[in-house]
């Protein structure tokens, strides 16, 4: 056994193997096929071989095949005879129960290695819900698309988007043992601060290999243009041979013969229009290479030379290049949300096996986004010695504290207020200010009364005239404070009004002040 005589057939399946082993898919090999404008070869019965495009199905037969490993195998399928005499397929066998197979047995288009790693990534591919799964790169922000390892079940995390208030959020998820055995979610930690974490470990490290990596991707891109090219170059010299083919056919016929040399005619003239046709492939696919090269590729690859970090935080990078960079440097993260302390530890392995531990912190939650610091409460604990809910609100405002709800979108405009003191108050368990005034002896109207031994409506005249001190405890209500000596008499005269004992009073109490002011001068 030969590898294929003919060199288009030969250079297209190598070329089928090479994509395969850069995108990692089936399903992106045939892709970049169509991309590509390539067909690909398919034996007829009756030893024609026919080039058409390649399907899933064809690409996953190749790829599972040993023969293209250059590998003899025998005992594959088992068969059995139907009652009517047809030979028919009953199951297909393991590896481990071929009956025969032999390595290198015929020169082959991969190694039986590379079958072997071919074969495991189909399968890793193809196993969406199992527990180890290195997915191929897709188009979400999540970097740690199928690299993420749950840190407390060792399953593979799930990414999930999430629109919250217009914006999405990617999460990673451990849903597995919910999805197969009904269990709770195992961990759930937010994407966004991962990500950048991560982002800005990939950044640092790799400024020194960016060159390196830069240029291999460009080698990379160019040989892959060119085999493309020469594959192409390929089919117009099969057209252009059975162009010739058609042509000889067409000449060596006798002219009487005419049935014979219009069916000839027709195949030449459908010869040279395949052979056009495939000449136009060419030049339209060199254009195309040469454009995608040109533009977008080259810049970017030319910004990747000077700055890796740029490129990675570039927006129009795509996703998926970003991931497949990604895919270079780290073989997963093991990541464990750790609730007490509000933070997630990323434990990162790198290809070369390298490990490094991140640690970021948990975003709030919506509750605890708003709310209010400890800082304001034992400030409003401090002030209630001394003031009023409304009068507190005043001294935060101009303090330029706000309340906690001032967080949300479109509120920054709240401000403190009475109300809101009093929410903070009863929330925090503060001790009242009415509570604090007891304790510092103060009296309600009733009690001065019955002290002083007037009636609670003169308590209160008097309060206001000055004689006695109150304290508000709140807008509308006080309580009183009883000097301990010098207590006022219950005293009525049409000749000493109530104005004039506080002005008296007052007068008293000024010339007492400035008194102690001049001793503490002296
Ligand atoms: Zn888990």
């Known amino acids: 056994m030969v590898l294929d005589p003919d060199a288009q057939i030969r250079q297209t399946i190598a070329y089928f193997f090479e994509t395969f082993l850069r995108v990692g898919s089936a399903c ?11 067909c690909f070869p398919s034996r007829r019965l009756g030893g024609t071989t026919v080039f058409q495009p390649l399907t899933a199905s064809s690409a996953m037969r190749v790829l599972n095949n040993p023969r293209y490993a250059g590998v003899y195998v025998y005992g594959r399928r088992r068969y059995r005879r139907a009652a009517d005499g047809t030979k028919k397929i009953q199951r297909k066998h393991e590896y481990s129960e071929w009956l025969a197979c032999i390595p290198n047995a015929h020169p082959g288009y ?3 290695e590379q079958h072997q790693q071919n074969l495991k990534l189909l399968a890793t591919n193809g196993r969406g819900y199992e527990l180890a799964r290195v997915s191929p790169p897709r188009e979400g922000v999540a970097l740690l698309q199928g690299r993420a390892v749950c840190g407390r079940c060792g399953r593979h995390f799930r990414v999930r988007y ?7 959020e990617a999460w990673y998820v451990c849903d597995r043992a919910n999805a197969t055995l009904g269990w709770p979610n195992c961990q759930s930690i937010a994407g966004q601060a991962v990500d950048e974490a991560i982002g800005a470990l990939v950044a640092e490290r790799m400024t020194p290999a960016a060159v390196e990596l830069a240029l291999e991707i460009r080698r990379e891109i160019e040989a892959r243009h060119e085999e ?12 252009q041979i059975e162009a010739d083919l058609a042509q000889r056919r067409f000449m060596l016929v006798d002219p009487s013969n005419r049935l014979v040399a219009d069916t000839l005619e027709a195949e030449w003239n459908d010869k040279l229009r395949a052979l056009a046709q495939a000449r136009e492939e060419r030049e339209r696919g060199r254009q195309q290479d040469q454009l995608v090269v040109d533009d977008t590729i080259r810049q970017r690859l030319v910004v990747m030379t000077t700055d890796f970090k740029k490129l990675w935080n570039d927006p129009c990078t795509a996703n998926r290049e970003r991931k497949r960079l990604l895919a270079y440097i780290i073989e997963d993260a093991t990541l464990i949300k750790l609730l007490r302390e509000g933070i997630t530890n990323i434990h990162v392995r790198f290809k070369g096996g390298k490990t490094e531990t991140l640690t970021t912190r948990n975003p709030k939650s919506s509750a605890q986004q708003i709310k209010t610091p400890t800082t304001i409460v034992e400030l409003v604990n401090k002030l209630l010695d001394d003031h009023i809910y409304s009068e507190i609100a005043d001294i935060l405002n101009q303090q330029g504290l706000r309340p906690g709800g001032s967080a949300r979108p479109g509120r920054s405009s709240t401000r403190f207020t009475a109300l809101r003191v009093a929410y903070l108050v009863h929330r925090y368990a503060l001790r009242s200010r009415y509570e604090r005034l007891r304790d510092r002896g103060m009296l309600t109207a009733a009690e001065a009364a019955a002290r002083l031994c007037i009636h609670e409506a003169t308590v209160i005249r008097w309060a206001e005239y000055g004689l006695i001190t109150r304290h508000a405890y709140n807008a509308h209500a006080y309580l009183y404070e009883m000097p301990d000596s010098n207590q006022p008499a219950k005293h009525s005269s049409r000749w000493d009004p109530l104005v004039d004992r506080a002005a008296a009073l007052k007068i008293a109490k000024e010339s007492k002040s400035s008194d ?3 001793a503490g001068v002296v």
């Open 28 to 38: 992106q090999t045939v892709k970049v096929f169509r991309k590509e404008g390539l």
């Open 110 to 112: 991969i190694s039986w």
């Open 162 to 168: 999430v629109s919250r208030r217009g914006k999405r």
């Open 228 to 239: 493309a090219d020469q594959l192409r170059c390929r089919a117009i010299e099969r057209a």
């Open 516 to 518: 102690l002011i001049e």
